[in-house]
Structures are given as C-alpha cells and as structure tokens.
C-alpha cells in the first residue's frame, strides 16, 4: 500500500515563529500519514492546527482522524484545542496515547482545556471524540499495523512504527529519545538492542535529534539525542532514511543548516548506506 508522511511541526520544546525558522519551521511536532483511507496524526503540537485548517477546507464528507500522541508533554499537545476539526459536528476523533503516572489520558486532556487555562471545555466539542489508552504492543490502526516501544524520556513515552497490514514501506516515528547515557528511565538493560530489532529494516526512521554533541553535555537527562546518536542508531538498524526532527528552538535556519552539514560529515565516517535529512514544515514524503 501506497502511502505519505506530511511534516506540519518539527520544532522542539516551545514554537519558534520568526523570520529565522522560515525553512525547517516554527511548529512544535505533528506528522500527518495518509493512506489506504486513513489518517493518522502523529503528535498534535501546533504544527496540528494548520493541519486541521487544511483538513477543513477540503473537507469531502466528514473528517475521521486518529491522533497517537507520544507523550503528553506540553509541546506534543499543545495544538489540540486548535484542531478546526473538533468544532464541526459529524467528524470523529480518536485520541491514543500512554498513561502517565496515576494520570489518566483522559484527565490530562481534559485538564489541558480547563477553564483557567482555555475557554472551551472539552466536553464542549462538536465531534464525536474517544479517548484510548495504550502501552507496548500492536494494535491496528485502519489499514496499518502499529508498533509502540517504550522509549528514554521522563514520563511514559512511546516510539511508533506503523507497517501497512497488506504491505509496503515502513515508518517509526520514534522522538523524544535519548540514546546515550544519561537519566533514569527504568528500563531494561537489552533497550538499546531491542530497539534496534524494533526497527530493524525501517523504510522511513523520524528521529529526535535536538542537539548538537557539544550541548547534550549540558543536557544529558533530559530525554533527548545528537544527529551522530541517531545516524549511529539508524546505521545500526539498517534504516533506508533517517529524518532528524525535534529541532532545537534556539537552531535557527543557518544553525540547522549548520547541523545538516555536520551530520552528512558523520555519515560519510560511519559510511552508512542511510540517507539522512532535517526535518522542514512542508516536507512530503512518499512511501
């Protein structure tokens, strides 16, 4: 089955508008897969919200979207009460992610539209929307198969691979992740190799790659990964294209531009056969 990845956010952290983001983007992440169908949003930070103007204004027939969040963290959530496609009654909306902690999918959501924070509350919605929780495993999204792994980030986060049920090409959509030493993520000590068979082979690996080697020496622990981190994880699991996403909010163009470079240098040394790019609003890729 034939299928696209569309990047509507690619930014980390906090949006980043400006003359200085034009080309990688501002938005904070939101990946839109379509196929066999179906739509699948990967992530709902403000980078959704163009999405759903989109999806509004060539609406044919109603809008049926189902949204995996990898984790609740502000930047992964905070497009969802500027979803257009919310407010018109005959869309549906399916919203799956993890637990975290004692808190459930549902409060965090509903939370996160409480009236001291945002004017309409979510019971407010035209649309038919459900709530589901999920943890590792498979489960089937319309025409794809969806893989979900615990990844190394605070919280409970999820990497994802999504593999058309009839075949074709792959993609893991894995950000939020931090490779290297660093953190307590109460994890087993077989992670890494058991993420490596989790994406072994991928078409297509979406991958945190917040910051440079120089600043994760500042950063270790906070749940994030360099581009050599990812190229090494990648080349390691036989990846055909690694996209670096979750971009640094103080990497304007020319600094991402600069990372870009940095990471085709990196690649030449591995010499992996994995393609690599940067992550840019607009981006449409065809699997």
């Known amino acids: 089955m034939a299928y696209t990845a569309t990047f509507w956010g690619t930014r980390g952290s906090i949006p980043t508008p400006g003359a200085h983001t034009v080309?990688?983007?501002?938005?904070?992440?939101?990946?839109?897969?379509?196929?066999?169908?179906?739509?699948?949003?990967?992530?709902?930070?403000?980078?959704?919200?163009?999405?759903?103007?989109?999806?509004?204004?060539?609406?044919?027939?109603?809008?049926?979207?189902?949204?995996?969040?990898?984790?609740?963290?502000?930047?992964?959530?905070?497009?969802?009460?500027?979803?257009?496609?919310?407010?018109?009654?005959?869309?549906?909306?399916?919203?799956?992610?993890?637990?975290?902690?004692?808190?459930?999918?549902?409060?965090?959501?509903?939370?996160?539209?409480?009236?001291?924070?945002?004017?309409?509350?979510?019971?407010?919605?035209?649309?038919?929307?459900?709530?589901e929780q999920v943890t590792t495993g498979d489960f089937e999204v319309g025409p794809f198969v969806v893989q979900a792994m615990r990844l190394r980030h605070p919280g409970t986060t999820l990497g994802f691979r999504l593999t058309p049920r009839s075949g074709g090409a792959s993609l893991a959509y894995v950000t939020d992740n931090e490779l290297g030493p660093g953190g307590d993520y109460d994890l087993p000590s077989t992670w890494r190799r058991d993420l490596v068979t989790f994406l072994g082979g991928v078409d297509v690996l979406i991958h945190d790659a917040m910051y440079t080697p120089a600043q994760l020496e500042l950063h270790r622990g906070w749940g994030h990964s360099t581009y050599e981190e990812a190229l090494s994880?990648?080349?390691?699991?036989?990846a055909k294209k690694l996209v670096l996403f979750h971009h640094e909010p103080e990497h304007g163009d020319e600094a991402m531009d600069r990372v870009m470079a940095a990471a085709r240098r990196f690649a030449d040394r591995l010499g992996t056969a994995t393609e690599v790019a940067a992550a840019q609003e607009g981006l449409h890729l065809n699997l």
């Open 23 to 131: 080309r990688y983007g501002g938005n904070t992440p939101c990946v839109a897969v379509e196929g066999g169908g179906q739509l699948v949003i990967l992530d709902a930070g403000t980078g959704i919200r163009g999405l759903g103007a989109q999806l509004v204004e060539r609406q044919n027939g109603a809008v049926r979207a189902e949204i995996l969040l990898s984790h609740t963290h502000w930047d992964h959530i905070q497009g969802l009460p500027h979803f257009k496609p919310f407010f018109a009654a005959g869309n549906e909306v399916r919203i799956r992610a993890s637990q975290q902690g004692a808190a459930t999918l549902e409060t965090i959501l509903r939370l996160q539209m409480h009236p001291a924070v945002f004017p309409v509350p979510l019971d407010a919605l035209a649309a038919q929307l459900t709530v």
């Open 233 to 238: 994880l990648a080349a390691d699991a036989g």
